[in-house]
């Protein structure tokens, strides 16, 4: 595949999980975050499933253990992540939403420099300090109050950052699908049994859902999942993750489109604050030393 068609792959996916907001939203409206996830991760499981059994043979043959293990500890990630991203969104916008969780690129350094005990560059230090002043101006109101639904998306947000240093972690041992399809299994089951214990009412209202969850099953999270993977295996990380950050973008965009919600003119500077961290946040280190060097 040439670089050009993996970046028009990236950039599909990107606006996948722009728009998968949207779907978060209507199904919030009938459905407990349980249940949502508990049907998304399942759908996007069984969506890749059967691409896993064409590969399965020219697949490592690697423990079940660590492939268990790994599951585990991602889709646990995943499953916190995504529970408290899909409670933010049935509180707030769609478009603050979206930006608020892009935090996860700043996320990572720090939770690495908790974790492993690796310093923070100072150019990372420079993006997280833009995160925490565009998250201001984004989610604190005039009075000095915040909306909780905002609160639920930056706990969100950091689970992310989890998620994604787990998968750093376990990414260059393990097969790629198949170390997707334990993650999604394992969040999936987690959702239902949640879903059964704290979601007294399971009705789903398929009627209303049943096109926004395939989108999030199917599309955002099975195929948008692949998409990710075919296009980061041409395109070099940096380059790759700015392409994936427009996702906060095409939150803004779908939201306003098919939900007419109207971000004010404060909000607005917050996420161009935001998605500057964020891009801050995607440079090099090593590549920007060697560069002051010269």
């Known amino acids: 595949m040439s670089k050009q068609a993996a970046t028009l792959f990236l950039f599909l996916t990107t606006m996948i999980w722009g728009a998968a907001f949207v779907a978060q939203s209507v199904t919030s409206q009938y ?6 996830n508990a049907i998304r991760y399942l759908l996007g499981f069984l969506t890749i499933l059967p691409y896993y059994f064409l590969k399965r043979k020219q697949m490592k043959k690697d423990t079940l253990f660590l492939y268990l293990w790994a599951g585990l500890l991602c889709g646990g990630a995943l499953f916190i992540a995504s529970y408290f991203q899909q409670l933010g969104v049935s509180m707030t916008s769609v ?8 935090l996860y690129v700043v996320a990572v350094p720090m939770i690495t420099l908790i974790m492993y005990r690796r ?6 230090i420079i993006a997280i300090v833009f995160a925490l002043i565009g998250t201001y101006v984004l989610c604190v ?7 909780l639904g905002d609160i639920y998306c930056f706990i969100g947000a950091m689970f992310w950052g989890l998620q994604i240093v787990f998968v750093e972690r376990f990414a260059l041992k393990l097969n790629g699908i198949r170390f997707a399809v334990y993650q999604f299994l394992i969040g999936g089951l987690l959702n239902v049994v949640c879903m059964l214990l704290f979601e007294q009412q399971v009705d789903f209202h398929l009627s ?8 999030l099953g199917v599309l955002s999270t099975g195929i948008g ?4 993977i075919i296009g980061q295996t041409h395109i070099e990380a940096t380059v790759s993750s ?6 906060s973008v095409f939150s803004v ?10 971000l004010t003119m404060k909000q607005m500077v917050g996420c161009i604050i935001v998605f500057i961290a964020v891009l801050i946040a995607q440079v090099n280190p090593k590549r920007l030393d060697n560069f002051l060097k010269k």
Request: charged share 10%.
């Open 253 to 262: 965009i779908f939201g306003f489109l098919i939900l007419q919600e109207v």
């Open 208 to 215: 209303k859902t049943v096109f926004p969850l395939l989108y």
């Open 225 to 228: 999942f692949t998409a990710q």
């Open 242 to 247: 700015i392409i994936m950050s427009l996702e």
């Open 119 to 124: 310093k923070l560059h100072p150019i990372t």
């Open 141 to 147: 109101n005039e009075n000095f109050s915040i909306n």
């Open 95 to 102: 478009g603050k939403s979206g930006f608020i969780t892009t």
């Open 31 to 36: 459905i407990g975050a349980f249940g949502v």
